[in-house]
């Protein structure tokens, strides 16, 4: 019987799982899904089929009139202490439950390709789960064990993903070479910087090849995050002023707005003293247009097409000058073009922090610019051409490479089999 590994990247907005067949000695298959899970509003009684995950999550939330529970950005949870559980269809899921949907889904669909109860697997994690906060990093890590018990996964080793990322590069060279990996996701921003030999590859002992890594919490739903909150709450009545006592008037809190700019934020406007709260600010705003807009997207749940709608916006803008930031569902319209230099002036405090962190990584780890052979770059996030030119300008001699943006990692993971051996 072959004997299958798989590499497993759980990644903030997609999750891939690269099947490698141990005894042939390469890569079998490879699934990637969005990292998405929706649960039914109403799931049929008897029926086990109470969720779906990945592509089915989105038109299942569509189709459901999104009165159900969609859950994105999951990954992100695993480090916050205030997350405990969540009450979904009358039942508990931990951090560790909803992540286990996903690795479970995952698990399923190799294993249908397999014939197999594939029980073997090496998993990415960040280099930091949440920058330098090591009690965070640990609550992550033992969330994450937990999800892949809970998934079906006996044998399981971690590795960081830029170093997975890095082992796939390292198929494709012809030589030694020292290399800055930068794996820029939704949810991190992380560095490694190696030595990659050829030569090496599938070797048991790479600890003295690793000489440096580290992360920051900054990602592509950062900058999504900064654009919804530049282009997009102006819309839902970001600066509209209400009447309060005394008829004087005052704009509404920027609290509202704040909320609606992060995915798991979006949450807290579902209670019931914030909705009552909402309308009182939209009658004493006059019944204002915009205000209203923010009301519609609370009560129907729109946070997700919306965050779409920018996520198209900057996937565009990363071979394009300009486009069009377009959104209309029920009473909402938007409709606004967004020029490359206005979209880069809106990400440009998150490009300088990770420039900020870059510097003092190097710094700290004695690397001089001019010993670097190679940038590799993956993860979805490193499309952004912002982000692309901090490197060209950062590394002016330096070559810039990059591999499969969604699967690299997971390919990586794959080939480090060695992981089993200690």
């Known amino acids: 019987m072959k004997q299958f590994l798989y590499g497993i990247d759980f990644g903030t907005t997609n999750s ?3 099947i490698y067949d141990e005894e042939a000695g390469q890569i079998f298959d ?9 649960f039914y509003a109403n799931p049929e009684k008897g029926s086990e089929k109470t969720y779906v995950v990945g592509e089915e999550a989105v038109a299942a939330y569509l189709s459901d009139g999104m009165q159900g529970r969609f859950i994105k950005s999951v990954k992100q949870i695993l480090s916050r202490s205030s997350f405990t559980e969540t009450r979904i269809q009358g039942k508990k899921y931990t951090a560790s439950d909803l992540v286990a949907v996903i690795l479970k889904e995952l698990k399923f669909r190799a294993d249908t390709l397999t014939g197999q109860d594939g029980q073997k697997a090496v998993i990415g994690r960040p280099v930091f789960f949440d920058d330098d906060d090591v009690q965070k990093d640990t609550l992550a890590q033992t969330r994450l064990q937990k999800a892949a018990d809970l998934a079906g996964f006996t044998q399981v080793r971690f590795q960081y993903e830029p170093i997975g990322a890095a082992f796939a590069y390292e198929r494709n060279l012809q030589s030694k070479e020292n290399v800055l990996v930068a794996d820029l996701g939704g949810g991190t921003t992380d560095f490694t910087y190696l030595t990659l030999d050829p030569q090496k590859a599938g070797s ?4 003295s090849d690793m000489m440096a890594s580290g992360g920051i919490y900054i990602g592509g739903d950062s900058f ?4 919804m909150w530049e282009k997009g709450t102006p819309y839902f009545g970001r600066d509209v002023q209400y009447q ?8 509404v809190p920027k609290s509202l707005f704040a909320n609606i700019c992060t995915w798991e934020k979006m949450n807290f406007l579902n209670g019931q003293r914030v909705k009552k709260e909402m309308d009182d600010y939209y009658y004493f705003s006059g019944k204002d247009r915009t205000f209203k807009n923010l ?6 749940n ?3 097409s919306v965050f779409q709608s920018i996520e198209k916006t900057k996937i565009a803008l990363s071979g394009t000058d300009s486009t069009v930031f377009n959104y209309k569902h029920d009473d909402i319209s938007i409709s606004e073009e967004i020029s490359l230099p206005e979209y880069e002036q809106i990400i440009a405090k998150d490009v300088a922090r990770i420039t900020a962190y870059l510097q003092r990584f190097l710094a700290e780890n ?13 993860g979805g996030t490193s499309m952004v051409r912002g982000i692309q030119r901090l490197f060209q300008d950062q590394f002016p001699h330096v070559n810039l490479r990059s591999g499969d943006n969604f699967n690299s990692v997971a390919i990586g993971l794959a080939y480090s089999g060695y992981l089993f051996e200690n």
Do not use: H, M
């Open 16 to 18: 891939a799982i690269v």
């Open 30 to 38: 490879k699934i990637i899904i969005p990292s998405l899970i929706y």
């Open 204 to 207: 048991k002992d790479r600890k």
């Open 224 to 227: 999504d995050s900064a654009f």
């Open 244 to 251: 309060a006592g005394g008829g004087k008037y005052l704009t």
């Open 295 to 300: 009301i519609t997207l609370v009560e129907n």
């Open 302 to 304: 729109l946070g997700y």
């Open 366 to 378: 004695n690397i001089a610019p001019s010993t670097i052979d190679t940038i590799f770059l993956t």
